[in-house]
Antibody
Framework: EVQLVESGGGLVQPGGSLRLSCAASGFTVSSNYMSWVRQAPGKGLDWVSVIYSGGSTYYADSVKGRFTISRDNSKNTVSLQMNSLRAEDTAVYYC????????WGQGTLVTVSS | DIMMTQTPLSLSVTPGQPASISCKSSQSLLHSDGKTYLYWYLQKPGQSPHLLIYEVSSRFSGVPDRFSGSGSGTDFTLKISRVEAEDVGVYYCMQGIHLPRTFGQGTKVEIK
C-alpha cells in the first residue's frame, strides 16, 4: 500500500527557514517523480515543485530561488527546504507521488507569522 | 502558465440527481503523443485531495463508475450520474501537459 507521511511543519517568522520531510512506503522514491503541492487556508491547490527520477528539479516561480527539493534514497524520503519564508507561504504542504499527483500525504501545516 | 477555469464554483445537488462541472484551459491539453492531459481531483472535507479521473476520461483505481470525464482540447466536463452523500467536497481540474502544473479554482459540491 502506498503511504506518504509529511513532517516538519510549524510556526516560523518571516525570513526564517523550515525543512519539510516526506516518508514514503509501498514504493521507491528514487524510481518515481515526487511533488510538493500546497494549499493556503481556505484556498485552492498550488503546485510547488517536482523532483524527477533522474534528479532534475523544477519549481513554481513563486518559490524559485527560495525552496529546494531533494530526496534521500537510503531513507526513501523527499524533502523541501524552505528559506526566506514569507507570510504568503503559509499553507498545508502535501507531498505527492507523481508530477501529476496520484497519491497524496495527509499534509503538514506551515505558518509564517511574527 | 496555463490557466484553468472551472464553472460553477459551487453546486448544491439533491441525492440521486446528476451533477456536472466544467473546466476550460487557456491552451490545448492535447500532447503530440496523442494523449490529452486533463485530470480531476476530489478533496473531501478535512482530507487530502485524491485522484478521480486521469487523461480526461479514465477512472483511477477504486473510483465508482458514477464518475465520468469527457472533453477535448480546451473544454472538459466531469459528470456524476447520481450524486451520493459521500461525494461532497471540492472538485479540482488540473492540467498535466506543462510545468508548472496548474489547478482550477475548485467547485464545491454540497448536498441539498
Amino acid at each position: 500500500e502506498v503511504q506518504l507521511v509529511e513532517s516538519g511543519g510549524g510556526l516560523v517568522q518571516p525570513g526564517g527557514s523550515l525543512r519539510l520531510s516526506c516518508a514514503a512506503s509501498g514504493f521507491t522514491v528514487s524510481s518515481n517523480y515526487m511533488s510538493w503541492v500546497r494549499q493556503a487556508p481556505g484556498k485552492g491547490l498550488d503546485w510547488v515543485s517536482v523532483i524527477y527520477s533522474g534528479g532534475s528539479t523544477y519549481y513554481a516561480d513563486s518559490v524559485k530561488g527560495r525552496f529546494t527539493i531533494s530526496r534521500d534514497n537510503s531513507k526513501n524520503t523527499v524533502s523541501l527546504q524552505m528559506n526566506s519564508l514569507r507570510a504568503e507561504d503559509t499553507a498545508v504542504y502535501y507531498c505527492a507521488r507523481g508530477v501529476t499527483p496520484q497519491h497524496w500525504g495527509q499534509g503538514t501545516l506551515v505558518t509564517v507569522s511574527s | 502558465d496555463i490557466m484553468m477555469t472551472q464553472t460553477p464554483l459551487s453546486l448544491s445537488v439533491t441525492p440521486g440527481q446528476p451533477a456536472s462541472i466544467s473546466c476550460k484551459s487557456s491552451q490545448s491539453l492535447l500532447h503530440s503523443d496523442g494523449k490529452t492531459y486533463l485530470y480531476w481531483y476530489l478533496q473531501k472535507p478535512g482530507q487530502s485531495p485524491h485522484l478521480l479521473i486521469y487523461e480526461v476520461s479514465s477512472r483511477f483505481s477504486g473510483v465508482p463508475d458514477r464518475f465520468s470525464g469527457s472533453g477535448s482540447g480546451t473544454d472538459f466536463t466531469l459528470k456524476i450520474s447520481r450524486v451520493e452523500a459521500e461525494d461532497v467536497g471540492v472538485y479540482y481540474c488540473m492540467q498535466g501537459i506543462h510545468l508548472p502544473r496548474t489547478f482550477g479554482q475548485g467547485t464545491k459540491v454540497e448536498i441539498k
